[in-house]
Each structure stands twice: as structure tokens, then as C-alpha cells.
């Protein structure tokens, strides 16, 4: 039986019981229904957590779960990579399932950037919520102690004079024709920040590209069609992840070639 996992904001510690919030107790009690004994990982600032269910009950309606803290959870959590990408915000679900694919990926934070072919021209704080949520929900379901970092979204104007300022050579932007960098180069990027930067529907403007240059940002291509916005983000996850784990010679990915 798969064990459930929650998310708590607190430090944890051995021994300690800790309260969980509503949703994640309701989650366990009335979905999943957990009960007294029953084992839980916990998700929070000091990495992920072996609990036991200490306690259960009913108040006003609303489930209450206590967890006594068992210990450190190792190799719980996924691998992850320091990268960022600063995407061009997408009508519809497109962008909702680009923060999935990042969450799920093990970037570090999903960036909206409005752009010149940017067509949503708002992210207000409600929709800012539901993209910090759906991080929260990515988070929990692959494992990841920290979700995703969703930060308020930027223009391409601001984006680049950051990456200008702090001294240019920062990452890559996504140009459909361009060529895939060296693998030298990106393994370079893989334990260190790194920026790239991925346009909405019908790409960056040729003026955004050429600002990107000029703020030392390369272009990067893929070897195939050119890819729907949240499908760019999946894929660069896709190659950090290759490029920090690379599989084993000797049958680790289960005896087939790379």
C-alpha cells in the first residue's frame, strides 16, 4: 500500500506530534481513510518525514489527524535541479499544467513572464493563489519537500535588464531552429542557478530574442517539432534531470541503451 504523503509548514522533529491543517487532514480521514497506526510522510522546511498516525477525530464537522514524527525520510525525496524557467504565460490550462511539469520535473521555480505574444495580459492575485496551489499539489504527489516556486509574474523588459545587471551569460532562450547546446554545457548549468527562458503561443518577437542576446542569454533548440509551451518546460525538465542523473552503464536503467 502506497504510504500517503501531507504537507506541513512547521519544523519537524522525532518524537514530536504535530497537528495537521485541515485540508491534509480531511485528505487522510475522509479520502483516503486513514486511520490510528497507520504510516504518513510528512513534507516541510527540513525535508521529508516518517510519521505514524497518533490520533484521530471529528471537530465541528472537520477532521483532525495528529502525526508523531518517527524520523528523516532518506532518499524520499526526488532529485531536483536549480533551474529556472521563465515562461510566457499561456491561455487556459496550458500554463496550469506547465507548473505541473516543472513541479513534477524538480525545477526550482516556474516564472510568468508577460510578453510582446503574450495574449493573457492579467495574472491577479487570485490567479496567483490557484498557480501557488496547484505547485502545492504538484509537490506533494512526486515528493518534493519545497514546492515549486511560482513568483509574481514580470515583464521580458524587466526579466532581461535583471539578467543584463547580474552579468549576462545566465541561461539560454528557447528558438525554435536553434541548435541543442553542447551536453558539456548544460552539464555545466546542472548544479548551478541557470535561466531559461520559454515563450507563450507563437514565440518570443524577434526584438525579445535579440534583447536576450544582448543580455548573454544563448538560444537553445530541440531536436523535433515545434513544442506547445507547456511541452518546452516538460522537456527542459526532462534533459536536467538526464543531465544530473545520467543513467548507468551497467543495466541501471533497466539493461536498455540510453
Same mark, same amino acid.
Given at each position: ?7 506541513? @509548514?512547521?519544523?519537524? $522533529?522525532?518524537?514530536? $506530534?504535530? *497537528?495537521?491543517?485541515?485540508? *491534509?487532514?480531511?485528505?487522510? @480521514? ?13 513534507? =516541510?522546511? #527540513?525535508?521529508?518525514?516518517?510519521? #505514524? ?7 465541528? =464537522?472537520? #477532521? ?23 515562461? =510566457?504565460?499561456?491561455?487556459?490550462? #496550458?500554463? *496550469? ?9 524538480? +525545477? @526550482?521555480?516556474?516564472?510568468? &513572464? +508577460?510578453?510582446? $505574444?503574450?495574449? &493573457?495580459?492579467? /495574472? ?20 518534493? /519537500?519545497?514546492? +515549486? *516556486?511560482?513568483?509574481? %509574474? ?22 525554435? !531552429? ?9 552539464? /555545466? ?28 542569454? $544563448? ?17 527542459? !525538465? ?11 552503464? @551497467? ?5 536498455? %541503451? %540510453?
Amino acid at each position: 500500500m502506497r504510504i500517503p504523503r501531507a504537507r506541513v @509548514d512547521a519544523p519537524l $522533529r522525532p518524537g514530536e $506530534r504535530i *497537528e495537521l491543517p485541515p485540508e *491534509e487532514a480531511r485528505h487522510l @480521514d475522509v479520502v483516503l481513510r486513514r486511520r490510528k497506526g497507520d504510516p504518513v510522510l510528512l513534507l =516541510g522546511p #527540513s525535508g521529508v518525514w516518517r510519521g #505514524s498516525i497518533a490520533d484521530t477525530g471529528r471537530s465541528g =464537522g472537520s #477532521s483532525m489527524v495528529v502525526v508523531e514524527i518517527v524520523g528523516e525520510a532518506p532518499g524520499a525525496e526526488p532529485g531536483g535541479l536549480p533551474w529556472t524557467v521563465a515562461c =510566457g504565460i499561456t491561455r487556459g490550462e #496550458s500554463f *496550469e499544467l506547465a507548473i505541473r511539469m516543472a513541479s513534477e520535473l524538480g +525545477l @526550482d521555480a516556474l516564472l510568468p &513572464v +508577460l510578453t510582446r $505574444r503574450t495574449v &493573457v495580459r492579467t /495574472a491577479g492575485p487570485e490567479k496567483r493563489r490557484r498557480w501557488e496551489r496547484i505547485a502545492a499539489e504538484a509537490s506533494k504527489q512526486c515528493g518534493r /519537500a519545497q514546492p +515549486l *516556486e511560482v513568483p509574481e %509574474p514580470v515583464t521580458f523588459a524587466r526579466l532581461v535588464d535583471g539578467v543584463a545587471s547580474g552579468g549576462g551569460a545566465a541561461g539560454w532562450i528557447a528558438v525554435p !531552429g536553434a541548435a541543442l547546446p553542447p551536453r558539456a554545457d548544460l552539464e /555545466a548549468s546542472a548544479g548551478r542557478r541557470t535561466l531559461f527562458l520559454v515563450g507563450p503561443e507563437g514565440g518570443f518577437d524577434p526584438e525579445e530574442v535579440a534583447l536576450a542576446a544582448a543580455a548573454g542569454l $544563448r538560444e537553445i533548440g530541440f531536436p523535433c517539432p515545434v513544442l506547445r509551451t507547456p511541452t518546452a518546460v516538460a522537456l527542459l !525538465g526532462a534533459l536536467g534531470m538526464l543531465i544530473a542523473a545520467p543513467f548507468s552503464r @551497467d543495466g541501471g536503467n533497466g539493461g536498455n %541503451p %540510453p
